[in-house]
């Protein structure tokens, strides 16, 4: 079974995401902050990373680009699943590294498809 860090500091938002994740028979892990994110990366790292940008601590940029600027873990797909999203935003994502740009709320559909568009489910 395929792993999916969900990482967000709203818990409603956790649970949304990873109940939609589980119907489709992903294993989900979660985390409510970057730092938090890391050391489950660093112990087991995930086949995809579902990154909120607005929370405490590190924002989801600051640890996209991180992830992505680093050896290990780089090649780890990732998420941005945000209510941070003008066309601005979205460059920024894409620009550090993100492979997907999901706007929040989060259209159930839209969601499933794009994460199916990078790991088969």
């Known amino acids: 079974m395929k792993t999916v860090l969900v990482v ?3 818990l409603t938002e956790r649970r949304l995401l990873s109940t939609y994740l589980q119907q489709v028979g992903l294993t989900v892990l979660s985390a409510a902050s970057a730092e938090e994110a890391m050391e489950k990366v660093n112990h087991h790292p995930p ?10 601590g590190k924002s ?6 991180k992830l992505k600027s680093d050896q290990t873990t ?11 999203c003008t066309a601005a935003d979205k460059m920024l994502g ?12 989060v259209d159930q559909a ?3 498809r794009k994460v199916k ?5």
């Open 8 to 10: 967000d500091d709203s």
């Open 47 to 56: 086949e995809l990373i579902i990154l909120d940008v607005i929370m405490g």
């Open 60 to 65: 989801g940029f600051e640890m996209c680009r």
């Open 74 to 84: 780089k090649s780890i797909p990732v998420i941005i699943c945000s209510s941070k």
């Open 94 to 105: 894409k620009a550090l590294g993100a492979d997907e740009y999901v706007g929040k709320p």
């Open 110 to 112: 839209e969601f499933l």
């Open 117 to 121: 568009a990078i790991i088969a489910v």
